[in-house]
């Protein structure tokens, strides 16, 4: 499921990544970890289960690359494939969000072509490469 863009300076070559949907898990101490993709990174992301799918966006207010929920699962759901299927299904609860930055609140963006360069603040972004995970 997580497919995600790299965008490069075209002219310092700075380049930034971003990419989504991406699960998560909420530990024990409430905290959002990361799930792992396919499978989970670990005994306690599994039995958490999958709690929703984040975004990695860039902010073009921070002008940097921020993470926010962008699906919410009312109950976790197991594994990846799991929690595909469930967002696919109308008939389990989930919560769907903007993606915002949690800095400045700016929506986060993923077509960063022609967006000037934090780096250098000369250059332009210009699309690179895709990716799937
Ligand atoms: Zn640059
Ligand atoms: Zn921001």
Same mark, same amino acid.
């Given at each position: 499921?997580?497919?995600?863009?790299?965008?490069?300076?075209?002219?310092?070559?700075?380049?930034?990544?971003? *990419?989504?949907?991406?699960?998560?898990?909420?530990?024990?101490?409430?905290?959002?970890?990361?799930?792992?993709?396919?499978?989970?990174?670990?005994?306690?992301?599994?039995?958490?289960?999958?709690?929703?799918?984040?975004?990695?966006?860039?902010?073009?207010?921070?002008?940097?690359?921020?993470?926010?929920?962008?699906?919410?699962?009312?109950?976790?759901? *197991?594994? *990846?494939?799991?929690?595909?299927?469930?967002? *696919?299904?109308?008939?389990?609860?989930?919560?769907?969000?903007?993606?915002?930055?949690?800095?400045?609140?700016?929506?986060?963006?993923?077509?960063?072509?022609?967006?000037?360069?934090?780096?250098?603040?000369?250059?332009?972004?210009?699309?690179?490469?895709?990716?799937?995970?």
């Amino acid at each position: 499921m997580p497919f995600g863009f790299v965008y490069k300076c075209d002219n310092c070559q700075f380049s930034v990544r971003v *990419s989504g949907l991406w699960e998560y898990y909420v530990d024990g101490k409430g905290f959002r970890q990361r799930y792992g993709h396919p499978g989970p990174n670990s005994n306690q992301a599994k039995k958490a289960g999958v709690k929703g799918f984040t975004f990695q966006g860039y902010c073009p207010t921070c002008r940097e690359v921020h993470e926010a929920i962008v699906i919410e699962f009312v109950e976790p759901q *197991s594994g *990846s494939l799991g929690a595909c299927l469930a967002y *696919s299904n109308s008939d389990v609860q989930h919560k769907e969000f903007d993606p915002v930055c949690d800095i400045c609140g700016t929506k986060l963006i993923d077509d960063l072509e022609n967006e000037l360069c934090p780096k250098c603040n000369a250059g332009h972004f210009i699309e690179e490469s895709r990716f799937m995970s």
